[in-house]
């Protein structure tokens, strides 16, 4: 009890601080990603590879693993000969492909575009997997992927930055094959009782603008649930590793179309 009070404090201090920080020395870049969609993009994607990765990626490696253990069980009973179509959502460098099965045909979607490199360099280093193509769009409005052409749907860390849970969902719904799959991984709010929701709302505005449109306190799994699949699993993944507090609620799950 004691432990937990103290990394929920130091946390308290830690994004007082990166407000204060924020809005005096490093008020040039606050501006910056405040008043250019393209600069924050631009500097998220640069950011996250490599300096949020090296630190992020690897204390998400179990509940990665647990989403793709998922996808295969989904999947166990149809004919392993046929490849398995699949499209992932805000693949950005490409952190899960390490944890595909064999004989899929992926194809990858991502609103940011500086994003594409990365992946495309990280993509060289999994041959196991049949790339289909690259589509730079948003995921509210997947206008390049056509009507009930996949098995499986892949979100892993998405939702918090949709302009529009809902509208991912509809569209997720609409390519999927009728019994097909959406296997999810998300960080979400603290329960309404913890103090832990209330740091999260404080650095919002800050960690939006740093982490390109990420909000930490949403209740994504109340939205999957009402998207109109015929049925969602859905179970809770906490984190507790010190790093990871604000991010260390977490839901895991598939939904079947």
């Known amino acids: 009890m004691i432990f937990g009070a ?14 204060v920080a924020a809005l005096t020395i490093g008020i040039p870049l606050t501006v910056m990603l405040f008043v250019s969609k393209t600069f924050r993009s631009s500097f998220f994607s640069w950011f996250f590879v490599y300096i949020i990765g090296p630190i992020f990626q690897p204390r998400t490696i179990a509940p990665r693993r647990k989403v793709f253990q ?8 149809r004919d392993k000969k046929v490849p398995l179509e699949v499209l992932e959502i805000g693949v950005g460098e490409g952190p899960n492909l390490q944890f595909y099965p064999e004989n899929c045909n ?5 609103k940011n575009k500086f994003f594409e490199s990365y992946y495309a360099q990280n993509a060289k280093k999994f041959p196991h ?6 589509v730079i769009q948003p995921a509210e409005n997947m206008n390049d992927v056509a009507d009930n052409s996949l098995d499986v749907v892949v979100s892993t860390y998405l939702h918090c930055s949709c302009d529009d849970s809902m509208a991912v969902l509809k569209e997720v719904r ?6 097909g799959k959406y296997v999810f991984l998300e960080h979400v709010c603290y329960p309404a009782n913890e103090f832990g929701l209330s740091i999260q709302r404080l650095i919002n505005p800050i960690w939006f603008l740093f982490f390109n449109g990420c909000t930490l306190d949403r209740d994504t799994a109340a939205k999957i649930k009402r998207a109109g699949f015929s049925e969602v699993i859905c179970d809770k993944y906490i984190s507790t590793d010190w790093w990871m507090y604000l991010v260390r609620h977490q839901i895991i799950g598939v939904a079947t179309n």
């Open 174 to 179: 609409r390519v999927l094959k009728p019994g």
């Open 70 to 77: 998922i996808l295969k069980d989904s999947v166990s009973d």
């Open 6 to 19: 103290l990394i929920t404090m130091s946390w308290f201090v830690l994004c007082s601080l990166w407000w």
């Open 129 to 134: 997997i049949s790339y289909q193509r690259t």
């Open 106 to 110: 992926l194809t990858v979607l991502d």
